[in-house]
């Protein structure tokens, strides 16, 4: 099977490549295993091979139809699109947001409604889409309000993922993520960055910055859960999610306090005291309208699961990153 | 004030634009009423001037970018953009769809952004945005659920009208029509046609197909209401609409069996005979995926009324098409 990821020089995309790789076979559209024949990673940087003679690697622009068009094949099975300007970026540059989030997007899919068999695709989405006056657990039916122009092209990609589904133009399904944390590297441009960093930045003896309330409630998921979330929803029966394509995935609903305890619990007290908080009235806006919880009664029915404990997460993220505790 | 109709050749334009020269003034955005100096029409077809010397007409494909920047001059201070691709056409033609209900839009709100001023923008939408399982009575939070290429075409519209208007692009409203019954003249690929023409063939002497069940509820809205909802939601005042820029219209809720059934009380049996029932399974497919009410207290908060019955809507009709009865 010829299996695509956009993004792919990117944190999650290479994670995904890896895990792909290790299990070397995806189920089909039948639910049969196929082997992974050919992983193409494509992202405006080289991505990493793994030195696997499975693994191509493409360079280019995702907004431009020529890179789509050597980037998917006429065989390709499976895509994971996980291109994106994150959410302070897109704010910040409205053009370019427009551009990767939307138009690239959309370019995707009219690439795959030209391809005479019928991929399936994977789009992932945010809990960026909803926002405004919230029930304290959003519904699988609360209307979207994005707040940002992020969550609005998030919404938009959504709703085109689903129409070209119900048109039979490729078999798609949206994946809301919670945000990712903990993620290794640096800080980047989402305004959810902090995320991880109050707990990544103190782990390596540096100070991080809290920029918004500790009674801010987010809605988390870890790397490890996001790749098996995105395998798992590539291979899910498309007539089990009939007509509705988007799923919003399991996640940890907790305060930025409840994080700060739970590094606390698992680091100690020298760890914990290396977060400084310093209110950020930008970001506090942005993330302040995100849920901090949603009802996943349909993704869990579908047989997907989030985490038990931030703590856990924690030290899961100290072992995959080989961290010693001092 | 400069005010552009997009669709201006179109049968709500056409009546919008009579309507706005008659009453030769519009609010400013501050509530100050300014004489109407020039009045854009624009479509595909050149519009009828009215012989009136404040009416430009232009010709050409809005989804051009030269084309809207002839239309929109630095100082248009009120845009009505009622240009679209009906239900039944952008089913059967989707690049025509979304070239028109989506790439168009965008471009009108880019052309917009890059004049200094900003200024207010009328989007319509549509019934067509909901789907699925819905409540009896759609609520403004119900999530959107497009079961059509038309649906999701509006509701993509809806959310770039609302980003656009929250950063301060363009001040935007979206009205959401009901279905707008009775319409003059012919059938069209609209899937809503028939509600209009079940009335308008037989008090023209013609029988009329029925292709949905006597129990599938519509959401009317009569032409004469319309135009007035387009000009008040104009001049709606900006600050009281808030983030959310969509508005569901009030309307008239009624069965298809109500419908014949007033028609019969205004106009007699040998009317309403002429109503031949022939099930249409794509039809009702999409018609019975709409929502049959809505919740339109918001609307009314905001001094926006609809209608009391079906028989006075039939009866205007008559009066503004100067219908005899046999």
């Known amino acids: ?55 191509r690697t493409e360079v280019g622009d995702i907004a431009e139809r020529d890179v789509l068009e050597r980037a998917i094949d006429v065989d390709t099975a499976a895509i994971f699109h996980l291109a994106a300007i994150v959410s302070g970026q897109a704010e910040a540059d409205f053009d370019l947001g427009m551009r990767i989030n939307l138009d690239a997007s959309r370019l995707l899919l009219e690439v795959c409604r030209q391809r005479a068999h019928v991929p399936r695709v994977v789009f992932t989405s945010s809990v960026a889409v909803y926002g405004g006056d919230l029930p304290a657990v959003v519904q699988d039916d609360t209307a ?26 490729v078999d798609g399904r949206v994946l809301r993520l919670p945000t990712i944390s903990v993620r290794p590297g640096r800080p980047n441009a989402a305004a959810s960055s902090f995320a991880s960093g109050i707990v990544r930045e103190p782990l390596n003896g540096e100070e991080a910055v809290c920029p918004v309330a500790g009674s801010t409630r987010l809605w988390l998921l870890s790397p490890r859960k996001a790749i098996e979330s995105l395998i798992a929803g590539l291979e899910l029966d498309g007539a089990a999610l009939g ?60 047989g997907l699961a989030g985490e038990r404990s931030f703590a856990d997460v ?12 001092g």
């Open 243 to 302: 007509r509705q394509r988007v799923l919003n995935l399991p996640g940890l609903s907790v305060s930025v306090d409840e994080m700060i305890a739970a590094l606390r619990e698992v680091a100690g007290d020298a760890v914990a005291n290396r977060i400084v908080r310093r209110p950020d009235e930008r970001i506090e806006r942005i993330v302040g309208s995100w849920p901090g919880a949603w009802d996943t009664s349909r993704a869990e029915r579908l």
């Open 144 to 169: 979207l309000n994005p707040q940002s122009s992020y969550g609005a092209q998030k919404a938009i990609a959504e709703l085109l993922l689903n129409d070209y589904s119900r048109r039979g133009f």
């Open 314 to 325: 924690i030290r899961a993220y100290i072992a995959d990153e080989g961290i010693v505790l």
């Open 1 to 55: 099977m010829k299996v695509l990821i956009t993004g792919g020089a990117g944190f999650l995309g290479q994670r995904l490549a890896r895990e792909l790789l290790a299990r070397g076979s995806l189920k089909d559209a039948q639910g049969t295993p196929q082997a992974l024949s050919e992983l193409v990673l494509l992202d405006v940087a080289r991505a990493h091979d793994f030195g696997d003679s499975r693994v």
